[in-house]
Each structure stands twice: as C-alpha cells, then as structure tokens.
Nanobody, 128 residues
Framework: QVQLVESGGGSVQAGGSLRLSCATP????????IAWFRQGPGKEREGVAA???????RYAESVKGRFTISQDNAKNTMYLQMNNLRPEDTAMYYC??????????????????????WGQGTQVTVSS
C-alpha cells in the first residue's frame, strides 16, 4: 500500500500563489506516475498535472503556464506550485500515484481511473 499525504492548501485571493506538497514513498519504486487531480463543487474529478519517474510532465490546458509540478526524490515529496490563481481553481486537490510494472513507455496520464493510490486531499479556495 502506497500512502500519499497532501499539504499546503489554503485560501488566497485571485492572482495569488500556493504550493502544494505530497509526501509519499512512491519514489522508492523505479517506475511510476504521480499526479495532481482536483474536484470542485458539483464537478467531476479532473487531472491537473502529472510527472513520471523519468521527469516527464503533462499539464491540463487550463493550468499551463500557471502551475508547475516537480518532485524531490531525496525528500520523498512531490510539489505543485500554483501561480496566478483564479476563482475557478477552487477545489479539493488530491495527489495520486500509479506504480508501473515496466519502464515508462508513454507520458503520464491525467485520467483518474489510471491511478490506484490516492491521498485524502487538501482544500484550495481562491476568492475574487
């Protein structure tokens, strides 16, 4: 069982920044995807950004140029730096992981069904 623990959520005004963290031992595996998802009120869960063990990344169009995903294997932590936040970014943010059985063959996905380990989430609220 792979645990993921998110932190760093909070309330900010539009245009502000937050950095989310996800502590997880997934980095002890050779091949993996790890990603951020979010779910706003009355909305379906959607992928935000993902990174793999080769450091390849994928972003949702809505956050490109504003959010940056990164990982620090030495600290067993993944980050999501969120800049220029908008009210529509308000959501519960989850980190998720998938352990791969082989080397990375394609970019990490932003499909929730592809991930089988999930954290409990951290709330981000952006006011206008």
């Amino acid at each position: 069982q792979v645990q993921l623990v998110e932190s760093g959520g909070g309330s900010v005004q539009a245009g502000g920044s937050l950095r989310l963290s996800c502590a997880t031992p997934v980095f002890t595996y050779n091949n993996y995807y790890i990603a951020w998802f979010r779910q706003g009120p009355g909305k379906e869960r959607e992928g935000v950004a993902a990174i793999d063990s080769d450091n390849d990344t994928r972003y949702a169009e809505s956050v490109k140029g504003r959010f940056t995903i990164s990982q620090d294997n030495a600290k067993n932590t993944m980050y999501l730096q969120m800049n220029n936040l908008r009210p529509e970014d308000t959501a519960m943010y989850y980190c998720a992981a998938k352990i791969l059985s082989s080397v990375v063959l394609r970019l990490p996905t932003l499909v929730p069904q592809d991930y089988n380990y999930w954290g409990q989430g951290t709330q981000v609220t952006v006011s206008s």
